[in-house]
């Protein structure tokens, strides 16, 4: 006798499950964005974040920086509504905080430990996935420039130091003396953080004492609690994405120490099919993270949106590993993101043709 032909029923449940994840994703991707702004074009900058409290914050040091920001914004949103650039749009936007010596970046950067200035800045176009950084430079008056014109002129992505001067120079750019650099502000905040770094180093040579076989590091540095690094990500009319970010790093950085923000991928990013991000904060965690990149990964790969990607990576994965900062973000379609895990984070928006300048900093 021929035997009975069994009915298979294995593949419902998985048929069952495709469909209701297919739905569930669906519903998502609608959900998520409908709060955020969006609109054609628009800019989105930062001036750093960190631990600021409104008592810690005078209120004609904040209008100060309100000030700076909302022309840094605006300088940028003047180019996108005239037709131009994203690239130019963040480019003058960066230019503005780098010539203020309220950030740290070009002329307000900190010093290294060694009473220098090193700075490093990155710029990405979103639309050929290009770019160009610089990192340790120490007579670039406005680094992102030179970061644009390494991209743009020079066959590599990222010049350091010396090799990165002598290409400015080779382009035309005039070398400043590195006294331009100076602040008295930023100079005392040095002397400071030094004293702090004595007393600690004090405290363990007592516990040592104690325990011996304890070890010593050079660099049980304290971990930053203000990073005012600059940065601004922009969609222009004709859809394309860009981000640029400008720093000094982390005051008393030790020898050759780079951040985050002239790494391609950690502290800027900028994709035409996802979204464009400059980051500030602990600059070794957004390394680690590989926190711009991460943010775009998630919305190509997952179809996030870009709240989603941004909220997961700086308040779920950034805070958990201990790292501290924030970034600013926009996407294909204009909309825009701002998370921060610190108390603060100086930060500014122009959307729209006739967009006002929004700045806020808690
Ligand atoms: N991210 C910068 C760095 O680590 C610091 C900052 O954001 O101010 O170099």
């Not at 990155?122 to 430079?137: E, F, H, N, P």
């Not at 750019?173 to 005392?188: A, G, H, I, N, S």
């Not at 996407?331 to 825009?336: L, N, V």
Request: with cysteine; glycine share 10%.
């Amino acid at each position: 006798m021929a035997p009975k032909k069994q009915l298979h029923f294995g593949w419902i449940p998985f048929v069952v499950c495709t469909v209701l994840s297919l739905f569930a994703a669906s519903c998502r991707k609608e959900a998520a964005p409908a709060e955020a702004p969006r609109a054609s074009f628009g800019i989105v900058i930062h001036g750093g974040a960190g631990a600021m409290s409104r008592q810690s914050v005078k209120p004609e040091r904040e209008a100060l920086f309100r000030q700076k920001l909302s022309e840094a914004v605006l300088a940028g949103h003047q180019i996108l509504k005239a037709g131009g650039s994203s690239l130019d749009a963040v480019e003058a936007a960066v230019r503005v905080m780098e010539d203020s010596p309220l950030f740290n970046a070009g002329k307000g950067a900190v010093f290294t430990s060694e009473g220098t200035n090193e700075l490093d800045a990155c710029i990405m176009d979103g639309q050929m996935l290009k770019a160009g950084s610089v990192a340790g430079v120490k007579r670039i008056k406005n680094p992102i420039s030179l970061a644009r014109l390494v991209m743009e002129k020079s066959p590599h992505v990222m010049m350091v130091a010396e090799g990165a001067e002598k290409f400015a120079m080779e382009q035309g750019v005039t070398l400043v003396d590195p006294k331009y650099f100076f602040t008295q502000e930023r100079w005392d905040s040095l002397q400071r953080a030094k004293e702090r770094e004595k007393e600690r180093e004090k405290e363990r040579e007592k516990e040592r004492e104690k325990e011996p076989k304890r070890s010593s590091s050079l660099f049980d540095m304290t971990i930053p609690e203000k990073f005012g690094t600059v940065g601004a990500v922009a969609l222009d009319k004709a859809g394309n994405l860009a981000a640029a970010t400008s720093t000094g790093g982390t005051q008393n950085k030790r020898f050759g120490r780079v951040g985050d923000c002239p790494i391609v991928g950690a502290g800027t990013y900028a994709n035409n099919q996802t979204c464009a991000v400059s980051a500030t904060g602990h600059g070794e965690y957004f390394i680690r993270l590989n926190v711009a990149h991460d943010i775009s990964a998630i919305m190509e790969y997952r179809g996030a949106s870009l709240e989603e990607a941004a909220n997961q990576v700086v308040k779920e994965k950034l805070t958990k590993l201990g790292g501290t900062g924030g970034i600013v973000a926009i996407d294909k379609q204009g909309r825009i993101a701002l998370p921060f895990n610190t108390s603060g984070m100086w930060r500014g928006y122009v959307l729209g043709p006739e967009g006002k300048a929004v700045v806020a900093v808690f």
